[in-house]
């Protein structure tokens, strides 16, 4: 066996890794039943799942039938604009309030992509909006400053 897709490969192996640290940490909670499930219930099995399907596309990849591609150079601004603007989103939410928090987390994450674009980026920024207020405010009825602390 050649591995063809290193791409391929190399995610599986990460999914792996993921699940099963997942599901390692979730023994540490009480597991229940199926029919009683206790706080590491979910977790665990969600951890199984994600280590099964990592196996699946990892042995995909050392197919004769998979598309032959190496990994590209890692790119680190990208990871660093994404881990920024979930980190600027947390700091911002009680000052600025989950709308606008939302939207800039969204916005700001999108420059990641090769392919940004304004009219994309603002559209999924205000259907996110959207989506967190009908989840989580309407839905769920948590409570979250809505708007800036100084309006």
């Not at 911002?92 to 800039?104: E, H, P, T």
């Not at 992509?113 to 259907?127: D, G, K, P, R």
Request: proline share 3%; net charge neutral; hydrophobic share 60%.
């Amino acid at each position: 066996m050649q591995l063809r897709n290193k791409q391929d490969f190399w995610s599986g192996v990460m999914f792996v890794a993921l699940g099963i640290g997942f599901a390692l940490g979730a023994t540490n909670y009480s597991m229940g039943t199926a029919a009683r499930m206790g706080p590491g219930y979910f977790p665990f099995w969600l951890g199984v799942c994600l280590a099964v399907l990592g196996a699946v596309v990892a042995i995909g990849a050392l197919k004769e039938k998979a598309e032959e591609n190496e990994v590209d150079k890692f790119d680190f601004r990208i990871l660093f604009i994404i881990i920024g603007s979930v980190v600027l989103c947390g700091v911002v939410m009680n000052s600025l309030g989950i709308y606008i928090s939302v939207f800039l987390l969204v916005f700001i994450s999108s420059l990641a992509s090769h392919e940004f674009n304004w009219i994309v980026a603002l559209a999924t920024a205000i259907f996110l909006v959207l989506f967190v207020w009908l989840a989580f405010i309407k839905g769920l009825g948590l409570i979250f400053p809505l708007w800036p602390s100084f309006l």
